[in-house]
């Protein structure tokens, strides 16, 4: 997916910290993009999945690495919001090693390249920060690096599924001069034009 070159994943994990920081309470049982899962949903998600990336990255396989993602398992922890941004921070750490990104790793009980476990795991910050975004109405730029590696992995995902299936979802379509963070969120299951209101 990215060869040699390697991405600095911790300007796009402080843009998702900074989304997490803004949510009010009161606004964790709201629905999001996902379907089925409210905020709180994805914000358990993103503290799981930031551990287990964080632990493929060191190469510390074990139970973080070696379980697939449960929807049943995104409940979000007590002490949250001190726990998320750390396991960011340690997310994007973990990556800025060269050696993170080579070799073999796991995630989610698959083995895949070091490379490609880290713009999946861009991708779900680019996405899933597009999700908490728009489902408590915040203003959404993700870093450019990461919304063109997110681009790239979903685009291929794509482009080798013959039945038109993205990696969360079938592939919304999208206008080609489109913002590239609308193809994107299109290429992911998504309707860039999702509100609150417009959610069934």
């Avoid at 998600?45 to 070696?66: E, Y």
């Avoid at 979903?154 to 969360?168: I, Y």
């Avoid at 979802?169 to 992911?188: M, T």
Wanted: hydrophobic fraction near 45%; glycine fraction near 8%.
């Amino acid at each position: 997916m990215t060869g040699t070159t390697t991405i600095d994943l911790g300007p796009q994990a402080r843009i998702v910290a900074r989304l997490a920081a803004d949510i009010p309470d009161a606004r964790l049982a709201d629905r999001t993009p996902c379907p089925d899962y409210a905020v709180s949903d994805l914000l358990g998600h993103l503290t799981g999945l930031a551990v287990a990336f964080r632990d493929a990255a060191r190469k510390n396989l074990g139970p973080t690495t070696d379980t697939a993602p449960d929807p049943a398992s995104f409940v979000l922890p007590t002490g949250w919001r001190e726990e998320l941004p750390r396991v960011l921070d340690e997310l994007a750490e973990a990556w800025s090693d060269p050696a993170a990104w080579t070799g073999m790793t796991r995630a989610g009980g698959v083995d895949l390249p070091g490379d490609l476990a880290a713009v999946i795991a861009l991708d779900e910050l680019v996405v899933h920060g597009w999700d908490l975004a728009r489902a408590t109405g915040q203003e959404y730029a993700p870093d450019r690096a990461a919304l063109h590696a997110s681009h790239g992995f979903l685009l291929a995902a794509a482009e080798e599924d013959d039945r038109g299936d993205g990696v969360f979802g079938a592939v919304v379509p999208v206008a080609e001069d489109a913002p590239l963070l609308d193809r994107a969120v299109g290429l992911s299951g998504r309707d860039p034009r999702w509100t609150p209101r417009t959610a069934s």
